[in-house]
C-alpha cells in the first residue's frame, strides 16, 4: 500500500478504527481534516478527549450521561413504572424520535452472545435486576433487536425478571411500514400471520 | 433531530463537515470514538493535531510534506526533467501505486472553476510557471481530471507553459481496462475511436 507521509498516515490508521470505515474513506476523511480550518481541527481534537472523559454510565439506566443520572431518569414528568430495555443509546434515540413511550429506559450495552464470550456478567443485567426488584416497576417493555441474539437475550431476561410479578411484553413482530408483502421473508411473513390482529 | 448528550452531539457535529459523511454515519463514527481505549482516543486527538501542524507544501512541488522538500523531490533517483501536473496528493499516490512513472510532480491544489470563483491565482500555477522557466524541464505532462474543469484547466497551463519550450502532454483517453464497450458513454467512445492506436 502506498505511503502518505507519517502524520497523515497515523491518523488515516486511526479512522480505520472507526466502525464501517475502509482504507479510502479513511484517506478522504484525513484529508478531510487536513482542509478543515485549525481552529476547527483543535475542537475536533477536543471534542474527542473530551467525550472519553465526561461521559460515563447514568447509575440507573446505564445510558451514557455527562451527569450521575441521565436526562430521562431524572425527568418527572416520565413513568417511573414503566422500563424499556434496549441494546444501546442508539436504540433509545429511536424511540425518543417517534414521541409516543414515556416511561423509563435500560440500556444492556450489548446482547448475549455465548459464541463471542458474551454471558449476562458482561451486561447490565444485575442493575435490571436491582430495579425491577426495588417493587416500583409494574411493566418491562424488551426492544431489542429481532435477532437470534436478541431473541435469546429477550427470554433469559423474561424469566429472570417474571418472578418479580412484573409484567414483560416485547415489542410487536409483523410487516414493516411501506414494505412490499411480496417481497417479505418468510420469518415476517409467518410472524405477521401468527400475530395477525383483530379488525374492529 | 433527537439531541445526544453535549460532548456527543458536538462530535457528531464535528464528523459531518468531514466530506460524504451524513448525520447517521457521523453517530456511529461518534459512538466508534466512544467505544475506543482511552488512550487510542487521545492519539487520536493527538493524530488531529498533528496533521494541521507539522504537515506544509513542498516548496517545489507543491504536496503535503512535513519537511521543507517532500520525498519525491528530494529522491535523487527521479527524473527530474519530468513534471506530472496533477489536481492534489491522492493522485500523486494513484500514480506512484502503478510504479512507472519516475519523473517529479506539481500539486495545483485544485481545477480552474470560475463558476466557484477559482482562478489561477488560487492555484499553484506561479509556482508551475517557475519550475518549467528554469529550463531543466523538458515535459509536463497534465494528468487531470477528465472533466470539464480538468480539461479548460489543461488547456490553460497548456498555453501557459508552451512558450517555455517544454513538450506538453496529457494522459491518453480512451476505454477503461475491464469495461464493456457496450456501456462506455458516447464521449468515451468517441475518445477512443478518435486516438485510435495502430497494431504493429
Redesign the interface.
Known sequence: M?E?????D??ID?FR?????GYK?A????????D?K?E?????????????T??RRCKFCCD???NEV??ICSDDRRDTSTICVVE???DI?AL??INEYKGLYHVLGGLLSPMDGIGPERLNVKQLVARVSSGEIGEVILALNPSIEGEATGMYLSKLIKPFGVKVTRLAYGLPAGGELEYADELTLFRALECRQEID
Open positions: 502506498y502518505y507521509i507519517p502524520s497523515l497515523k491518523l486511526k478504527r472507526l466502525p464501517g470505515i474513506t484517506v478522504r476523511l484525513a484529508f478531510g481534516v487536513l478543515m485549525d476547527d481541527a483543535k475542537e475536533f481534537a477536543q471534542n474527542i478527549l473530551d467525550v472519553k465526561k461521559i451514557i450521561t455527562e441521565c436526562d444501546g443509546s442508539k434515540a425518543e424520535k
